[in-house]
């Protein structure tokens, strides 16, 4: 069946160095869906300085994202690939849903909680009114679905509410509709390597956290050989292995890179001490990393190339974004002519 008339969204920030959770939870499924939908994948640079950014490295990484994103097969003759600011509706059409979006909904967000710990009277006010942002990103473009790690699982069902909401108070039914979020939920959360209990993240100060897509073979070795594991041997079954978060996130790994259950995987190395098996993992990133790192590096080399997709893409994208924009102002009831 061909779903050319479902649309998918998703993107990633400019933050910092891709890693392993960004691939699983998200790039993987990109590349799987963009035969069969329209796809739109975006650098969410404008989500990326609700923290506080250098501009030099923001330029830089929204640049290595699209390398990416390419490196990893994304076809840009295939899927839409853009930066969030260069297609300004993004920012317009956030500020209509800034006024549908209730607080007491923001409140309920646990990523702002996680991000803003303790120092939520300091942080941006822009970390606050994040999802709403991201529900515009979706929304733009009438995305049907979206694919996503775990962590985003809450935003997604605040874009609905928003999309739900939007269409009752302007008495404008289907209008957005309710994006469906495309998680595969075995690998859908990759965890810190030195806490399983923490998500992998670009802003973790330890190096030794998260391995990166640019990682070279060496260190992604030290980095395995370096990984928190357990005091005990490798249980022989699922239900054990579940209680050991470090293990239970490298089984995650070793799966969502090769074709492998977790249960196979189990059997294979019940037992045992964790040497053979993290000797075999660095084994199977390194061969899965290396083609990309390597392909980020030759495409970084050619910038105009960058350019020439992210021109292509922002063309495509501003062309639907312009006529959604339009239908929400006249529906909104903004006045618009013609200078
Ligand atoms: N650890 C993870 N496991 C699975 N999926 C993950 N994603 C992020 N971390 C993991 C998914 O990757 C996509 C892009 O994420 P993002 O860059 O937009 O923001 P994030 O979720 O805030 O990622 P980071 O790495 O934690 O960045 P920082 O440290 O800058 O905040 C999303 O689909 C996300 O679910």
Known sequence: ??????????????????????????????????????????VVDLHAITVKQDPESLR??????????????????????FNQSSVSMHAELSWILNCVTRMGWLNRMTQFKDKAGKDRENV???????????????????????????DQKQHLELTRDIAQRFNRDYNCENFF???????DNDISRIMSLKNGLQKMSKSDPSEYSRISLTDDNDT????IKKAKTADVPMPDNLNDVLVLSEINNLLNIYSGFSS?????????????????????????????????????????????????????????ATEIATKTLNDVYDIVGLLRYDS
């Open 1 to 42: 069946m061909s779903l050319k008339n479902h649309t998918v969204l998703s993107g990633v920030q400019p933050s910092g160095d891709l890693h392993i959770g960004n691939y699983l939870g998200a790039i993987k499924n990109f590349i799987n869906m963009q035969d069969d939908f329209n796809c739109y994948f975006c």
């Open 220 to 223: 992604i070795i030290k980095k």
């Open 124 to 150: 941006s006010s822009g970390l606050f009114i994040y999802p709403n942002l991201m529900a515009a990103d979706i929304l733009l473009y009438k995305a049907t679905h979206v694919p996503v790690g775990n």
């Open 177 to 183: 509709p309710s994006p469906e979020p495309i998680i």
């Open 60 to 81: 830089r990484n929204t640049l290595e994202v699209v390398a990416t994103y390419l490196a990893s097969g994304i076809d840009p003759k295939l899927s839409v690939i």
């Open 260 to 316: 492998m259950k977790k249960e196979q995987l189990i059997d294979q190395y019940k037992g045992e001490n964790f040497s053979n098996f993290k000797s075999e993992l660095s084994d199977l990133l390194v061969s899965k990393i290396e083609p990309i790192a390597i392909e980020v590096k030759k495409l970084m080399n050619d910038k105009s190339f960058l350019f020439d997709v992210l021109s292509d893409g922002k063309k495509r």
